[in-house]
């Protein structure tokens, strides 16, 4: 059974950082497209990172470009999110996710989530 | 705003159908296919529907998913308590070439 461990999530003052991982294991981790999906307090999802399996290509939405970077280490099996100068409003669970397949197109098909970890940002 | 559109509610009573619409345009729904989740309070999301009409196994057949043109939709017949949930449709746009997530829809069984 595929296994996602986030962790790295906490409380941060708005400006600051915080790394976000996600330890994968059971599958070949290589091989499939992974993405972070955020859930603010009583509110929707949002995609807010994608990157294929190779590392090459990545996507952001419109509220973090520039602000969050997302990688992997394929060597350790693990994903990654950056996030810099946070604000407020990214007060959210933030899940990894694995995809279907090797591009990030495939991630719209994920059937498999980690437990989530929560960042609060807040003055 | 969401890239996907939902209605934010829907109900029914137990042994019922309903049905969960999601809106999109033509370069999301229109050329791509749509997936569905289920969340439950305080979990992640759970794949509910893949390829806009495929069940994954384990999923009951009493879920169904179909697309029409920029639409899609999600039927639950046989209505039981433990369908109360959020469900969220999705699907890649290629225009913005990143996914996106309809609004979500709360389902209550009264």
């Known amino acids: 059974e595929v296994q996602l461990l986030e962790s790295g999530g906490g409380f941060v003052q708005p400006g600051g950082s915080l790394r976000l991982s996600c330890a994968a294991s059971?599958?070949?981790?290589?091989?499939?497209?992974m993405s972070w999906v955020r859930q603010a307090p009583g509110k929707g999802l949002e995609w807010v990172s994608g990157?294929?399996?190779?590392?090459?290509?990545?996507y952001y939405s419109d509220s973090v470009e520039g602000r969050f970077t997302i990688s992997r280490d394929n060597s350790k099996n693990t994903l990654y999110l950056q996030m810099n100068s946070l604000r407020v409003d990214d007060t959210a669970v933030y899940y990894c996710?694995?995809?279907?397949?090797?591009?990030?197109?495939?991630?719209?098909?994920?059937?498999?989530w980690g437990q989530g970890t929560l960042v609060s940002v807040s003055s | 705003q969401s890239v996907l559109t939902q209605p934010p509610s829907a109900s029914g009573a137990p042994g019922q159908r309903v049905t969960i619409s999601c809106s999109g345009s033509s370069s999301n729904i229109g050329i791509n296919t749509v997936t569905w989740y289920r969340q439950l309070p305080g979990t992640a999301p759970k794949l509910l529907i893949h390829s806009s009409n495929q069940r994954p196994s384990g999923v009951p057949d009493r879920f169904s998913g179909s697309k029409s043109g920029t639409s899609a939709s999600l039927a639950i017949s046989g209505l039981q308590s433990e369908d109360e949930a959020d469900y969220y449709c999705a699907a890649w746009d290629d225009s913005l070439n990143r996914p996106g997530f309809g609004g979500g829809t709360q389902l209550t069984v009264l």
């Open positions: 996710a694995k995809g279907s397949g090797h591009n990030t197109v495939t991630v719209v098909l994920s059937p498999d």
């Open positions: 990157i294929s399996g190779s590392g090459i290509t990545t």
């Open positions: 059971r599958f070949t981790f290589s091989s499939y497209a």
